[in-house]
């Protein structure tokens, strides 16, 4: 029997995304699945977008903040690179073994830029076309009426029930790749936390032998099969 230790090295962890309306409980919920899934002996690690630690996420918080103003192309393109800049450490991670846990990716990125006047949902999602797929993402769903219940909005810019309705039109539209699980979200935080650490696990179990897909690219859309991308030298490579 080969040494498992040389097997093990070669898994990767998943990239898992929670996705949903503001206020809908991913941040709590990413907290709780990151301790849970620590203390079932998984190695875990959260991301977060935007990532307002970073020169450019000081720059979108400004913009949340309504401390400034920019051009509606630009902060989107912003949003993007926020999630680029951080590539290079989240591949990493997964590549190392460790699961990801990311509150909002893309599909924020796309659902809420295409809420503005003038935007199309084609037009938003292309600056990230290429980002790691997530293997799974698990949307929170919940009215933005039950959303503005849950003590109301910020003052944050897009905090707004009308602009959350065009959000969640949009979050839709993005529903149907195969990644995504819809979750009833308008339940008890142990309960919904129950079902979503059942469902991280049972896919950190299906995809650590398999490559990581990429997004929005042709290939991964529907089938969800790793992109091969041709190395230099003509080979074909997974992307991980
Ligand atoms: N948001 C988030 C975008 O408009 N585009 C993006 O690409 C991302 C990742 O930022 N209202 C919006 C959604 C939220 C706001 O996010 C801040 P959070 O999770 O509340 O910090
Ligand atoms: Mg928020």
């Known amino acids: 029997m080969p040494s498992t230790s040389s097997s093990r090295l070669m898994k990767r962890g998943a990239l898992v995304v929670l996705e949903g309306v503001d206020r809908s409980g991913k941040s709590t919920q990413c907290k709780m699945l990151k301790d849970t899934l620590n203390n079932q002996g998984h190695s875990v690690e959260l991301f977060r977008f935007p990532e307002r630690s970073t020169a450019i996420g000081k720059v979108i918080a400004d913009y949340l903040a309504k401390k400034c103003e ?8 912003l949003f993007s690179a926020n999630r680029w800049e951080l590539m ?17 990716y893309a599909y924020s990125g796309a659902a809420f830029t295409a809420a503005k006047p003038g935007f199309s949902l084609d037009w938003c999602k292309q600056a990230d076309v290429g980002l790691p797929r997530p293997d799974l993402v698990l949307f929170l769903t919940l009215t933005p009426e039950q959303a503005a219940r849950r003590g109301g909005f910020g003052d944050e810019r897009y905090e707004q029930t009308d602009f959350q309705k065009r959000v969640a039109a949009n979050y839709s539209k993005l529903s149907g790749e195969d990644n995504w699980k819809m979750i009833d979200a308008d339940k008890d935080i142990d309960t919904l936390h129950t079902e979503l650490t059942q469902l991280i696990t049972s896919t950190i179990a299906a995809t650590k032998s398999s490559g990581l897909g990429t997004l929005w690219t042709p290939a991964s859309d529907c089938s969800g099969s790793p992109v ?13």
Request: hydrophobic share 35%; glycine share 6%.
């Open 88 to 104: 290079p450490d989240l591949k990493k991670h997964i590549e190392n073994g460790t699961t990801v846990i990311v509150d909002r």
């Open 70 to 77: 920019l051009d509606d192309h630009a902060v989107h393109l």
């Open 228 to 240: 091969k991308e041709k190395t230099r030298l003509g080979q074909e490579e997974a992307l991980v």
